[in-house]
Structure formats: structure tokens, C-alpha cells
């Protein structure tokens, strides 16, 4: 399969990168180039399904931008509804077919009709999940006249939606800056001034860019690889056949496969992102270090996190009508958020154990502050002191990480056969010694605080290393990471949903 991880890709990249800087001076030609690539790119990964959804899609939630947009636009909120509804019936058909499926032609054979003319299963395209939730925040932002004017043409707004940086897996871009949402650097970085820039681009921090994508191939290939083949994929595959300790290390594992996996596809596409002259939000920030699960959702998959925040939780009304309407909209939103992930019970119930978790959160700071008198408002336990964010950091993390067994499971069942698996299998010999990857997991946790604040204070000086010598060591690492890689091109797991 075509990924962004095959030689192809390296060699097409590298083609296309000496064609679109050779248009530096015309940065509209620039953009023609990238709606080309990503086509091409969307076709090789996916086929012709995925781009002529894509095609239809975005033409269509462009022209109802163009309507928006117009000076004296007639019925604006009408035409808002019908796009919004437009792209939840695209995603919602694509995405749950098969689940409705099955309940059709169940109602159908009880009604004694044929079932048979059902199309047996569709093909999900790549990436629809992202341009939809990017097409609500773009049409949402027209009709709320955010936009400076000129506002983006259809090309632009093709390319907005096809930008193979982003198509994938995310990050999901705003046309504006959105609080939360910045680049490597910290700052804004909406997409509507950098489509319609006039101003020669330029490579942002090549050498930034280059070390994101080794780091990044690090995490996924290497770290993410080694512990989905060795430990994860064996032992959810058959949790029965292995030992307690086992068990835990591949539910741990899971959790640190997922965020290497993901981060490291996000890094990647930020790199991509500066060596074309665009700045793409940063979709993660230290999430496994997060005090409490509501900083967790701070720090993970901010693009989404910030999405629902802004189209979900505060259309319902945010926190403006009270202590618990605010934990209704919450409920509401994180529900939402897990049936996104998935048509099975355990997505929802994924969801719902994150919601009663900030709702607990809440619950909790209230009572601590009533209790105390002590109005120390949110994060009430971690304003505490370090021993309250030691525990803090320690509750949330073992929350996440136990949490995500119905994420990883493919079934509620096959869930609950994990955690019986982990607590009744103290009696099956050891096939690996877990207490080795436990060791490594844990020693990585507590060292993790201090290299990452080595990494931010060492970059400025990394920063000042002649190309002369920083090229040829990023080359270095580029060789280790493919010699020492486990074999063949691993999925992205984000990419499914």
C-alpha cells in the first residue's frame, strides 16, 4: 500500500518539492501544485472512490461558502443548516453504513422483504472524517463573517480540503487563529492568511523540519512498530494465552503505541507542513504528563479536542447555564466524540467513561472548595501542591490508560475479556518477561519530564550547529532508524477513523 512512509512517497515528495519551490515567486501556482499532489496522493493511498467523494464534497461545501459569503446573502442561516446537515449525512453514510446495515436488513427479513439488494459493504474514504469536521469549522466561520476579506476562491478552498499535510489524520486547520490551536513555535496559525498570501513563501526551519521527520519516523516505525509486534497485537489478539503481567504491559504498550503512532504522523505532517512554507497546529503536547483528564484533553489531539470544544460543547450552551447544564453539555460532547471514533459499544462507552471522568474532575473541585473554603478554582488537587500533582499525573495517566482497552478492543466483549485476562491469568507461564517492558515503561515515564525539558532548553543551541554538520547527523539517524525499523510499512492507526 502507498503510504506516507514508502520510498515512493520519498521519491515523489522530492520531485515535487524542487517543481513547487521552482514557483516561489507565485505562491497561487504553489497552491494549484498542492491541490494536484494531494489529488494524486489521495488517489494512490486510496483509490478513485475516496477522490471522487472528496471532489464532490469539497465543490459543493465551496459554492454554499461562496453563497455565504456573498455581501447581501439571502437566508444565510438556512444555507448554513443545509451545508452542516450536507457534511453529517456524507460522513454519517460513509462512516456507519455497516453498522445501520445490518439493522435494515435484520427490520427487512422481519418484514418478510429481500434484503439481499443491500450493498454488502463500502469502501470508508481517506480522510473524510477530517475535511468534514474541516468544512463544518468553514462554513461556521463564513456565516459568523470572521473572515477578512477577499475571501478564498473555490481552488483555494479545494486545496483547503484536499491539503495532503492534513487529510489523512489531521491535524484539523482553521481558516483562523482559534484559541489553542498553535504552531511549533506557539503561535496562531490559521490557514486563510497562508492560502491567500501574495508574498513569495518561504522553508520554515528546515532544520526543525528534517528532525520532526526523523523523530517522527522514530516514534512510529521503530517505537510504535516494536511494541504493536512484540506485545500488543499478540496479546490483545488472544488475551487468554498469557500471563497477568503480561496483559498489563500490552494494555500500557497500547497507550504508548497509540501516542507515539499519532504523534509521531502528526510531527510528520507539521514538517511537511514548514517545508512548504505552512505552519499546521501542533496536535499534541506531553498528553501522558497531564495532571488531571481535563488537561489530558488539552494535550491530546488538540485539533479535535479544540473542534469539539468550539462546534459541540459551547453551541450546546458551554458553561453559561449552570453547574449541571455544564456537565450535560460535557456528557453530551464526549459521548459524541467517542460514537466518532466508532459504531460499536465500546467507542461509546470509551466516550462516556472520559465524560464521567471530567464530570467526576468537576464534581470534585467544587466540593474542595466548598469543603476547604479555599477557592482555588479549577484543578483544585494539583493547586495543592507537588504531591497533589504527583497524584494527579499518576490517577489521570492509569485512567487513560485503562480506559483505552475499549478503544483498542474491537468488541465490549473482547474488552472485557482483557481485563479478565488481567486480573485472572496468574497462573500461565510467562511467553516474554513483561517485568523487562514494565522496567523500560516506567523508567521512560519518570525520565520523560526532565529530557523533554532538556530537549526545549538544548534546541537553541542545536539550532546554532553549522548545516555542514547537523545535515549529515540527521542523515545518520535516518539510516539507524531504517536499519534497526521492524520490517515492513506499518499502517497509521488514526488513519481508520
Known amino acids: ?24 515567486s507565485k505562491p497561487a501556482w504553489q497552491n494549484m501544485l498542492l491541490l494536484g499532489i494531494s489529488y494524486v496522493l489521495i488517489y494512490l493511498m486510496a483509490g478513485v472512490l475516496a477522490v471522487l467523494v472528496l471532489l464532490v464534497f469539497s465543490v459543493l461545501i465551496g459554492a454554499i461558502g461562496q453563497v455565504l459569503s456573498a455581501p447581501n446573502a439571502k437566508h444565510k442561516k438556512l444555507w448554513l443548516v443545509v451545508g452542516v446537515l450536507f457534511t453529517l449525512a456524507n460522513l454519517a453514510f460513509f462512516k456507519y453504513y455497516e453498522f445501520f446495515r445490518e439493522h435494515i436488513s435484520q427490520v427487512m427479513q422481519m418484514q418478510g422483504l429481500d434484503s439481499t439488494h443491500l450493498v454488502a459493504n463500502i469502501i470508508f474514504p481517506l480522510g473524510i472524517s477530517y475535511y468534514s469536521f474541516q468544512a463544518i469549522s468553514y462554513l461556521v466561520t463564513i456565516y459568523q463573517g470572521k473572515l477578512v476579506l477577499p475571501k478564498l476562491t473555490l481552488w483555494q478552498t479545494l486545496t483547503h480540503f484536499s491539503f495532503f499535510a492534513t487529510i489523512s489524520a ?82 500500557y504498550g497500547y497507550t504508548l503505541q497509540l501516542f507515539l503512532d499519532f504523534s509521531g504522523y502528526s510531527e510528520m505532517m507539521v514538517a511537511f507542513g514548514l517545508l512548504l512554507g505552512f505552519r499546521l497546529p501542533m496536535n499534541f503536547n506531553a498528553p501522558l504528563l497531564a495532571h488531571n483528564i481535563r488537561e489530558f484533553w488539552d494535550r491530546w489531539h488538540i485539533s479535535l479536542s479544540t473542534w469539539i470544544r468550539d462546534y459541540i460543547y459551547i453551541p450546546l450552551g458551554g458553561s453559561h447555564h449552570g453547574f449541571v447544564r455544564t456537565q450535560l453539555n460535557l456528557m453530551i460532547a464526549m459521548v459524541l466524540s467517542g460514537i466518532w471514533h466508532g459504531s460499536t459499544l465500546n467507542f461509546l462507552f470509551w466516550g462516556l467513561l472520559h465524560a464521567i471522568a471530567i464530570i467526576l474532575l468537576n464534581v470534585g473541585d467544587l466540593l474542595g472548595q466548598k469543603i476547604t473554603g479555599n477557592p482555588k478554582g479549577r484543578n483544585f488537587l494539583t493547586s495543592t501542591g507537588i504531591f497533589g500533582q504527583v497524584v494527579g499525573v499518576v490517577v489521570t495517566v492509569h485512567f487513560v490508560v485503562f480506559a483505552f482497552v475499549f478503544f483498542r478492543a474491537t468488541t465490549f466483549d473482547e474488552a472485557l475479556m482483557i481485563f479478565g485476562a488481567l486480573f485472572g491469568n496468574h497462573h500461565i507461564t510467562w511467553t516474554n518477561n513483561p517485568m523487562y517492558l514494565l522496567f523500560i515503561l516506567a523508567a521512560a515515564w519518570l525520565c520523560y519530564p526532565m529530557a523533554r525539558t532538556l530537549a526545549i532548553k538544548t534546541a537553541p543551541m542545536i539550532a546554532k550547529i553549522p548545516s555542514v554538520l547537523i545535515y549529515p547527523l540527521l542523515f545518520v539517524g535516518f539510516m539507524m532508524v531504517v536499519i534497526f525499523a521492524p520490517s515492513g510499512i506499518p499502517g497509521f492507526i488514526y488513519a481508520n477513523f
Not at 500500500?1 to 516561489?24: D, G, P, Q, T
Not at 500488543?232 to 497477568?244: D, K, R, Y
Open 1 to 24: 500500500m502507498f503510504s506516507f512512509l514508502s520510498v515512493e512517497f520519498a521519491l515523489l515528495f522530492i520531485a515535487f518539492f524542487a517543481i513547487y519551490w521552482a514557483c516561489r
Open 170 to 251: 489531521g491535524p484539523i486547520t482553521r481558516l483562523t487563529d482559534t484559541k489553542g490551536l498553535n504552531d511549533i513555535t506557539g503561535n496562531p496559525c490559521g490557514m486563510h492568511a497562508q492560502w491567500q498570501t501574495s508574498r513569495p513563501r518561504h522553508i520554515i526551519m528546515p532544520t526543525l523540519a528534517f528532525a520532526l521527520i526523523l523523530l517522527a519516523l522514530a516514534k512510529k516505525w521503530w517505537l510504535a512498530g516494536y511494541l504493536a509486534d512484540q506485545w500488543v497485537n499478540p496479546v490483545f489478539a488472544n488475551p487468554t494465552g498469557f500471563h497477568s503481567l503480561e496483559v498489563l504491559a500490552a494494555i
